[in-house]
T-cell receptor
Framework: EAQVTQNPRYLITVTGKKLTVTCSQN?????MSWYRQDPGLGLRQIYY???????DKGDVPEGYKVSRKEKRNFPLILESPSPNQTSLYFC?????????????FGPGTRLTVT | ELKVEQNPLFLSMQEGKNYTIYCNYSTTSDRLYWYRQDPGKSLESLFV?????AVKQEGRLMASLDTKARLSTLHITAAVHDLSATYFCAVVETGANNLFFGTGTRLTVIP
């Protein structure tokens, strides 16, 4: 089944403890992206990647890191999480950029930083 | 920075009625998307609009794009309860690759 998977789905952590949220897609998509969703703010893009080893900042990259060493994986890294990073995170992928293709979203990861 | 505004933010309507959700954006764009999100769920793609005058329809939903006015509409015809969800538009600025979302419209269809 074609899908985008994220792990973990739920995570409660403490300030300053490094964490990684994994994202994997099995559709051979070139484009992958991370978003955070907060009440009243909609979704905001954190980082995106147009292909392996090609990443770029989105709207709200501060406090986050990403890497794209393999086409299927695009992990989101929080080196020193803070409470303002408590949010619902979505990973998404798309066959191409600059095209008619929509993005396919993962199920979401709900992160709480205390 | 590209700004995307949706109106209304909340919409309560009776079954069988028609209504329109509006999505305005602040700079030129050649791609606009509409998504649906059910409570506690992920986003589902509804429409991709690529050119001025584009119109797409799926069931009781119809989306259109006017790039000159920087406006997209999502029209709901004869609403049914199953359409209750939050609807987002999202825009990519011309020549760019990052996606900007509107704040969403929470639609509740009352039986």
């Amino acid at each position: 089944e074609a899908q985008v998977t994220q792990n973990p789905r739920y995570l409660i952590t403490v300030t300053g403890k490094k964490l990684t949220v994994t994202c994997s897609q099995n559709m051979n998509h070139e484009y992958m992206s991370w978003y955070r969703q907060d009440p009243g703010l909609g979704l905001r893009q954190i980082y995106y990647s147009m292909n392996v080893e090609v990443t770029d900042k989105g709207d709200v990259p501060e406090g986050y890191k990403v890497s794209r060493k393999e086409k299927r994986n695009f992990p989101l890294i929080l080196e020193s999480p803070s409470p303002n990073q408590t949010s619902l995170y979505f990973c998404a992928s798309s066959p191409r950029t600059g095209s008619r293709y929509e993005q396919y979203f993962g199920p979401g990861t709900r992160l709480t930083v205390t | 920075e590209l700004k995307v505004e949706q109106n209304p933010l909340f919409l309560s309507m009776q079954e069988g009625k028609n209504y329109t959700i509006y999505c305005n954006y602040s700079t030129t764009s050649d791609r606009l998307y509409w998504y649906r999100q059910d409570p506690g769920k992920s986003l589902e793609s509804l429409f991709v609009l690529l050119s001025n005058g584009a119109v797409k329809q799926e069931g009781r939903l119809m989306a259109s794009l006017d790039t000159k006015a920087r406006l997209s509409t999502l029209h709901i015809t004869a609403a049914v309860h199953d359409l209750s969800a939050t609807y987002f538009c999202a825009v990519v600025e011309t020549g760019a690759n990052n996606l900007f979302f509107g704040t969403g419209t929470r639609l509740t269809v009352i039986p």
